[in-house]
């Protein structure tokens, strides 16, 4: 057998022997620049990105047409190091859990909050999850709501600039962050476990 399809077959061998271990979850908390910015600093994430989900418009667009969509991110994860549970504990102290209206200074229906499940496993640990929140805060009601995932579009092509937004454009992703008030609502509402 010539060399190089012994190596070939030595490469696909090991490629298939040792799959990466990677599983992904959907989350929506408004802007989708800081959703990414705030998960990619989670050890065990190893991709965070933005684009549109829970509508039925295919393919949608940032100034186009995402009628029925809501910005969100799909969260690539190691579940070895961070676990599902870890990840909806991190995003609750993210946003702003009782808002039905959108999250901090962006309003309507594209930037409200929502957990996105695809597993009767993700769905069990999401509710249990909103009900400690809800316990934590007796009073209050939590209206960010938990369900089916569906497609997931990524915001591509002319507008992959929303891509690491926060690392291609520091000042003004910096600047809009801070005038949001994201950051301060989220110390009022979590305290001293805001965004951990």
Not at 13 to 32: E, K, R, S, V, Y
Not at 79 to 93: C, T
Request: net charge neutral; aromatic share 14%; proline share 6%.
């Amino acid at each position: 057998m010539p060399r190089i399809v012994l190596l070939t077959l030595q490469v696909l061998l090991f490629a298939t022997a040792t799959p990466a271990l990677a599983d992904t979850a959907i989350f929506a908390g408004g802007c989708f620049w800081c959703m990414e910015a705030d998960f990619e600093k989670l050890p065990g994430v190893s991709a965070v990105v933005s684009g549109f989900t829970g509508g039925t418009l295919p393919n949608p667009t940032y100034n186009g047409n995402h009628e029925g969509h809501v910005e969100a991110v799909q969260v690539t994860y190691d579940p070895r190091k961070v676990s599902y549970r870890q990840l909806l504990d991190y995003y609750w102290r993210h946003i702003d859990p009782f808002d039905g209206g959108g999250q901090f200074c962006d309003r309507g229906p594209s930037y409200r909050s929502a957990i996105f499940v695809a597993t009767a496993a993700e769905r069990a640990s999401a509710e249990e999850s909103k009900r400690q929140v809800a316990a934590r805060f007796p009073g209050r009601t939590v209206v960010t709501p938990i369900l089916a995932a569906s497609s997931f579009y990524p915001v591509k092509g002319e507008e992959e600039y929303h891509q690491d937004y926060y690392k291609k454009n520091p000042v003004r992703y910096h600047y809009y962050r801070w005038n949001c008030g994201r950051d301060q609502r989220v110390r009022d509402i979590w305290g001293e476990r805001a965004g951990h």
